[in-house]
Structures are given as structure tokens and as C-alpha cells.
């Protein structure tokens, strides 16, 4: 085959792949997960998501939004009186600003603030 006919279909492939990888992501939703047994805190779950996710932005000396979640105290705040919940569950502004963490992330999230956000 000539190169240009190639390059199409590298084309075509590449977004039949990117539709399928798309429409498998959508489809699982935290709300379809088995519910979580276990208490959720922030000391054994949430500081390593943080960690992971969250601190190359929020936290040192100038953290984006003023807004440092490097400790429990403020990551508790921001949960409770700020964006945190709201932002991480945000499809259109989500927050890694990378894209949305993965559903099971987003359960456990959803299970330490239902039993009342824990340190220990
Ligand atoms: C790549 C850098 C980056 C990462 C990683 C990041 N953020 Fe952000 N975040 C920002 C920036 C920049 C803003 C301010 C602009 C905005 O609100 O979109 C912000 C704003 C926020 C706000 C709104 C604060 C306010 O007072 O309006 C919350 C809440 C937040 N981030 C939470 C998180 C959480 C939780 C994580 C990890 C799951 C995270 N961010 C990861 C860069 C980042």
C-alpha cells in the first residue's frame, strides 16, 4: 500500500482506539462499585492519594490556590468547607487538572467523608 493510504489508516485506527478507551472509562462510575466495608482515613487512604495527586501543586511555600494539602488538617477543611469533593467529581474541571483520578479513588474519597473524614 502507498504511504498516504497508510497514514489514513493509522488515523482511523488511532481514533477507533481512542473511542474505545474513552467509552470504557465512562462506563464505570463509583456509584456501580461494590460499596466499601473498611472505615476510610486519612492517615492509611487519603494522605497517599494526596501525596500521589495532589502536593507537586499544593503544598510549599506557594501552593496554587493558596491551598496546601499536605497535612490532615487542611485537606479535612478543604473537604468540608472548601472545593475538594466538588473539584475531584468535576468532569469538566477536575482537579488533578490532568483528568479525573479513577473510580475507586473517588469511592474511597466519598467513604471518609461519609464516616465522618477520620485521622487514624
Ligand atoms: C498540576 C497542578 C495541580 C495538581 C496536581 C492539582 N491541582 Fe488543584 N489546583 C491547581 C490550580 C492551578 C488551581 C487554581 C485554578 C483552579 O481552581 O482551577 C487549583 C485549585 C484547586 C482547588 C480550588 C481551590 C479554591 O480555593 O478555589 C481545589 C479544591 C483543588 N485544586 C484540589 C486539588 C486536589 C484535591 C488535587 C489532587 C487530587 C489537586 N488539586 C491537584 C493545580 C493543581
Not at 481514533?15 to 464505570?28: G, K, P, R, Y
Amino acid at each position: 500500500m502507498n504511504n498516504n493510504k497508510f497514514i489514513i489508516l493509522c488515523f482511523m485506527l488511532g481514533f477507533t482506539l481512542q473511542s474505545c478507551t474513552t467509552a470504557i472509562l465512562d462506563e464505570v462510575d463509583k456509584n456501580t462499585l461494590p460499596p466499601l466495608e473498611k472505615t476510610v482515613t486519612y492517615e492509611s487512604d487519603i494522605k497517599s492519594i494526596m501525596t500521589n495527586h495532589c502536593i507537586t501543586c499544593h503544598a510549599g511555600p506557594a501552593p496554587n490556590a493558596g491551598l496546601d494539602l499536605s497535612t490532615y488538617a487542611n485537606t479535612k477543611y478543604s473537604a468540608e468547607q472548601g472545593s475538594l469533593v466538588a473539584r475531584m467529581n468535576n468532569a469538566t474541571n477536575p482537579m488533578p487538572p490532568s483528568g479525573k483520578l479513577s473510580p475507586e479513588t473517588l469511592q474511597i474519597l466519598d467513604k471518609w467523608i461519609t464516616d465522618n473524614l477520620p485521622e487514624n
